[in-house]
């Protein structure tokens, strides 16, 4: 596989009166050509702020202030303003939660896409009409001749969405940056948005970091999951690992929230909430940032951060209880994934 991305020790923080907020604290992780990557954790835990870093579209009193964001060798940290606004689009396209946001209201579909259309590909007007209407057909907007010259109140949330993946995958990017694009969604509407990015990674082989608090919706779509808790990654594994075999205590509760698909079991299970809230980034715990909400913590835990513990090559989580001289405990109590 070609390593596409590579994100190494980075760390993003913002610069509040109250002192630095640490909002991604040494994050690294890599994403292969054609791959489709989940980054799930709660509000907070810093998975949005690290797409925005990639992008290149952290805002002020927000900073990069350590680490290399390598896109096909090129470090993203050190491009100026112009060059990053030539890989937005170009190489690397982006999808939000919600696309009333991202669309213009007062331009109509053709004047938005035309626009990046023309700038990004040096399409001429005519071409960049017939090149719109083809990317609208490609993401299932039916009469797409017609829709292309309406404007974004005329559609529905879902096929708002099919335009906002259409217009970020206008100029071919290799890489998909999608967040939360399926949360404002109904459930019906969901499965069809993420069986069309499915598509669009297939078909074109599009990498794909699907940026999400919800595991429930990356079993489908994703291969590899990173888990993110307070700014740092705790766990990461392929999917059928992280589902199957999970070893941090903060994804054992993630999974233990989810509801299970069999209706029968659902009846006798409770799920379970994850109780108390994130630490305050301005001062994190200064051992294992979950420590104050696992009911597994060690004294350990309270004051030495718990490095990566290897469990296979591909899975690796960042807990005391993987040390060889840790007590054993049963985990995530129904002894099986949540799907
Ligand atoms: Fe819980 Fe300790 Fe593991 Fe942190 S390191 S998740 S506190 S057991």
Not at 77 to 101: H, W
Not at 121 to 150: C, H, N
Not at 217 to 235: D, F, H, P, T
Not at 264 to 280: F, H
Request: glycine content about 8%; some cysteine; overall charge neutral.
């Amino acid at each position: 596989m070609n390593t596409l991305l590579d994100v190494k020790d980075l760390k993003t923080s913002f610069y509040t009166y109250a002192g630095e907020v640490k909002a991604v604290d040494g994050v690294s992780f890599q994403l292969d050509a054609g791959e489709a990557l989940a980054i799930v954790g709660e509000s907070g835990c810093g998975k949005s702020v690290t797409a925005l870093s990639i992008m290149g579209l952290v805002q002020d009193p927000g900073k990069i202030v350590n680490g290399q964001i390598c896109l096909n060798g090129r470090d993203l940290t050190l491009a100026s303003n112009k060059e990053l606004c030539g890989v937005r689009g170009n190489e690397i396209g982006m999808i939000f939660q919600d696309p009333l946001t991202s669309l213009n209201p007062v331009l109509s579909i053709e004047q938005q896409m035309i626009e990046s259309l023309m700038l990004h590909q040096k399409l001429s007007k005519r071409q960049a009409i017939t090149r719109g209407i083809e990317l609208l057909k490609m993401v299932g907007i039916p009469a797409a001749e017609d829709r292309f010259y309406q404007y974004p109140h005329q559609f529905s949330g879902g096929m708002r969405q099919r335009v906002m993946i259409a217009m970020a995958m206008a100029c071919g990017p290799k890489i998909l940056i999608a967040d939360e694009p399926t949360t404002a969604l109904d459930v019906t509407i969901q499965a069809q948005i993420l069986e069309l990015m499915k598509g669009v990674r297939k078909s074109l082989n599009t990498a794909i970091v699907l940026i999400t608090h919800d595991l429930g919706v990356v079993a489908g779509l994703c291969q590899r999951v990173l888990v993110m808790y307070a700014g740092k990654i705790v766990e990461r594994a392929p999917i059928e690992d992280l589902y199957y075999r999970p070893k941090h205590p903060y994804t054992w509760g993630l999974l233990g929230a989810l509801p299970r698909l069999d209706a029968e079991d659902n009846q006798k299970r409770k799920l379970t909430p994850i109780w108390g809230k994130p630490p305050d980034l301005l001062a994190p715990p200064p051992g294992c940032r979950f420590a104050p909400r696992c009911q597994y913590a060690m004294k350990i835990c309270e004051r030495e951060v718990p490095p990566d513990f290897e469990i296979t090559p591909q899975h690796q989580a960042a807990c005391w209880l993987l040390d060889p001289r840790a007590p054993k405990v049963e985990h995530f109590p129904e002894g099986s994934a949540a799907l």
